[in-house]
C-alpha cells in the first residue's frame, strides 16, 4: 500500500568486506599497470587534507581525548584509523568519521597520478563491476585499447582528452551530490 512496515539498520558481513577489499586491489592494479606503461589514462585521485581542517580535526581529537602518533607535516592515512580505533562507543565513532571525512579533499578524476590519499593507495583507479561511472568507461575502454588490441600508440590529443574527461566528470560528480542533498 506504499507505507513503510520497517527500517533497520544494514551490517556489512566478512564476505562484502572482502570483496570489497578485492575490487580495491584490482583497482589498484590496473592503475599501477597502466601507470608504469606511460600511457593516457583516467585516475580517481584524493588530495591530503587541507592543513588548516587537519589542524581543526586534530584540535577535536585532543578535546576528546583521542591521541594522535606523529604531526600534520608527516600526517598519513592511518593516523586517522589510530584515532578511531581508541573510540568504542558506535553513535562517537560516527560522529569522529564524518568529521574526518570533511576535513578531507574531495577526490576527483585527473589524467595525472597523484595517489589516493584517502586509500593510501599510489595508484588508483575506478575499474570494477558495476560500471557506474562515465571514467570506469574509459578505464574499460582503454584497458581493451592497451592491453587486449596492443594498441598503444597515442597522441598529445589523447593526453587531453583525459584531461577534459577528468574536469567534466568530477564537476558533474559534484553536481549529482548538490542533487541528492535538495
Do not use: C, W
Amino acid at each position: 500500500k506504499g507505507d513503510i512496515i520497517d527500517i533497520t539498520a544494514y551490517e556489512r558481513r566478512d564476505g562484502e568486506k572482502l570483496i570489497e577489499e578485492f575490487m580495491i586491489v584490482a583497482n589498484e592494479t590496473v592503475a599501477e599497470t597502466i601507470f608504469f606503461m606511460e600511457l593516457p589514462f583516467i585516475y580517481r585521485i584524493h588530495d591530503k587534507p587541507n592543513p588548516k581542517k587537519l589542524q581543526d580535526v586534530l584540535k577535536m581529537f585532543s578535546v576528546l581525548g583521542i591521541q594522535i602518533k606523529g604531526n600534520t607535516d608527516e600526517f598519513q592515512p592511518t593516523m586517522f584509523k589510530q584515532a578511531l580505533d581508541q573510540i568504542e562507543d558506535k553513535v562517537n565513532k560516527r560522529i569522529v568519521s564524518d568529521l574526518i571525512v570533511r576535513s578531507l579533499s574531495k577526490a576527483r578524476y585527473q589524467e595525472k597520478n597523484t595517489g589516493h590519499f584517502g586509500l593510501a593507495s599510489k595508484n588508483y583507479t575506478h575499474f570494477t563491476s558495476p560500471i557506474r561511472r562515465y571514467p570506469d568507461l574509459i578505464v574499460h575502454r582503454n584497458l581493451r585499447k592497451y592491453l587486449f588490441d596492443n594498441d598503444v600508440d597515442y597522441k598529445n590529443s589523447d593526453l587531453d582528452q583525459m584531461h577534459e574527461i577528468g574536469i567534466h566528470t568530477s564537476d558533474k560528480e559534484v553536481s549529482a551530490i548538490k542533487a541528492e542533498q535538495t
